[in-house]
């Protein structure tokens, strides 16, 4: 397991936007049944989630969170050192997202730019990232932009039909002369690539006629090979395995206790799995902040989300003790220590298509 | 935890009623055990025995019994 420890670096604000179309579990009552469905929101716990419309991109959601974030902090644009965006869902197959977005947002040429491909484990990777290049590289201060569009799922699938929501979120890091640590623990297991995969569609096996065709799998789920598969035993198998063990680690290596720490920042992967990793971490459920109940599983975009929706006042007013842990896809996880507060947290951003238009217009 | 606490356990887990599952029971013919369940069965096993059962052992499993098995129980007869 890799630890790492970051000093002289602050994150000093964080925007979140979703789509501004909610979605409910009820829409699903006709194709899965109304008893089936209530069972399934029993237990990933999502009432309600925000969809992107077709023409509306991850990156669209990061932009317009970046975009205010920017003119809310009152940050220079030419101030902007290196861009990154995260994402899974990126405009293109090529170019990167990240040179785009460079463009729409005014940055300068001299801004450094691109993309990671990461999901759950995201926003840990993209602090550390980030804060690495701030105190390894010279830079002083970094835009982070993260989230997906879960474009590629297959409504005739339960096991993920109801469980994604789409966000994307922005957050500066920046130089500071504090000697405030941050304090990193980051894990990788390959084994895991068949239990959270999107097949087919790139260079392992390209769409073809055949890759595009929904057959019957499990339990009377129907997908493509272009759509996700998710096994969910597998992946909560994996969580309990890893993110108690993480977590201690990253407490051990901060010398913090579950007590010390304010707010325990957690993926937002489904309730069931959440509640049941506090109880076994004797982590109070006050202390996990839950956003998943309105934006669902937001991917690389839910911490970051959690925050802006339960914790806005609070990051606004005052530093706080926060863990942040993130884990699936790969897999893939992560866990930070660090100190958060008295920083620039915009309001939920709720983009519309229209609201896309008169920008481009602009 | 004995056989007979394991089975309501189980029972707990599915909400179905109290006795109406046995060691010999079928998982196929009982319609809640599905992908949320198994997912709650790794979580009591966590839970009462310190482990976490490996996924597709209980994928392969055929009856309660081979559940038992999984969580260590057949030991203790």
Redesign the interface.
């Known amino acids: 397991m890799a630890l790492a420890r970051i000093r002289g670096i602050r994150i000093s604000g964080i925007a979140s936007a979703v789509p501004d179309q909610a979605h409910f579990p009820s829409e699903f009552f006709d194709r899965f049944g109304k008893e089936e469905v209530l069972?399934?929101v029993e237990?990933t716990g999502v009432q309600k989630r925000y969809i992107a419309p077709p023409g509306m991109c991850a990156s669209d959601l990061c932009v317009a969170a970046a975009d205010r974030l920017l003119t809310e902090g009152k940050w220079e644009r030419e101030s902007i050192d290196a861009v990154i965006f995260l994402s899974q869902s990126p405009d293109y197959e090529l170019p990167f997202s990240a040179a785009t977005i460079q463009r729409r947002l005014r940055l300068p040429n001299e801004c450094a730019a691109f993309d990671v491909n990461l999901g759950c484990s995201g926003y840990v990777y993209g602090l550390w990232l980030a804060g690495s290049l701030i105190s390894g590289a010279g830079m002083r201060r970094v835009l982070l932009l993260m989230g997906d569009t879960s474009t590629k799922v297959s409504e005739e699938d339960r096991?993920v039909a109801l469980l994604f929501g789409d966000a994307g979120t922005s957050t500066i890091v920046e130089k500071t002369d504090k000697k405030e640590r941050f304090t990193f623990v980051l894990g990788t297991d390959g084994k895991g690539e068949q239990s959270l995969i999107i097949p087919a569609g790139r260079c392992r096996k390209p769409t073809d006629e055949t890759t595009r065709v929904r057959r019957e799998a499990?339990?009377g789920n129907h997908r493509s090979e272009e759509e996700l598969y998710m096994?969910?035993?597998?992946i909560?198998?994996f969580s309990?395995?890893e993110v108690p063990k993480m977590v201690r680690q990253v407490l051990v290596a901060s010398e913090k206790t579950v007590e010390t720490i304010d707010f325990f920042v957690l993926h937002q992967a489904n309730k069931?799995i959440l509640e049941?990793l506090a109880k076994?971490m004797k982590i109070h459920g006050d202390k996990v902040p839950i956003s998943l109940d309105e934006y669902g599983n937001t991917s690389s975009a839910s911490i970051p989300v959690t925050m802006t929706h339960c914790l806005r006042d609070q990051l606004s007013r005052k530093k706080m003790d926060l863990l942040f842990g993130g884990f699936g896809v790969g897999y893939s996880w992560g866990a930070v220590t660090c100190t958060v507060g008295e920083i620039v947290m915009p309001e939920m951003i709720f983009l519309s298509l229209r609201d896309m238009d008169k920008k481009d217009a602009q | 935890m004995t056989r007979d606490k394991f089975i309501s356990e189980i029972e707990n887990l599915l909400e179905v009623d109290a006795g109406s599952l046995a060691g010999e029971s079928l998982l196929q013919n009982i319609q809640r055990w599905?992908?949320?369940a198994?997912?709650?069965f790794?979580?009591m096993v966590?839970?009462n025995f310190g482990f976490?059962?490996?996924?597709k052992k209980?994928?392969e499993s055929a009856t309660i019994e081979d559940l038992m098995k999984i969580a260590g129980l057949h030991l203790e007869g």
């Open positions: 069972k399934i237990n096991s499990e339990n096994n969910g035993a597998e909560f198998a309990l395995a069931f049941y076994r | 599905d992908s949320l198994v997912v709650g790794i979580a966590d839970e976490t059962p490996s996924p209980i994928a």
